[in-house]
């Protein structure tokens, strides 16, 4: 089975939305920015403004985990 990485599963224009959205220096690497996000008291506001390719994957991952 393949193995999959955060940088995978998230569109490269919906990392670059969270880090404006927390206000993060444009090089901030991935897992601090999903770190950042997952403390962030805007979180749930911030997913629901993710895009469709980046909730498609997201879907996949999960139906192959069977979760």
């Avoid at 940088?7 to 880090?19: C, E, F, M, P, Y």
Wanted: hydrophobic share 35%; no cysteine.
């Amino acid at each position: 089975s393949r193995k999959r990485v955060i940088q995978d599963l998230i569109d490269g224009n919906d990392v670059k939305s969270i880090r404006s959205q927390l206000e993060l220096p444009a090089n901030t690497g991935i897992h601090k920015t999903i770190a950042s996000l997952f403390y962030s008291p805007d979180r749930l506001n911030i997913l629901s403004s993710l895009s469709d390719k980046t909730r498609q994957n997201f879907d996949l991952l999960i139906k192959k985990l069977g979760v």
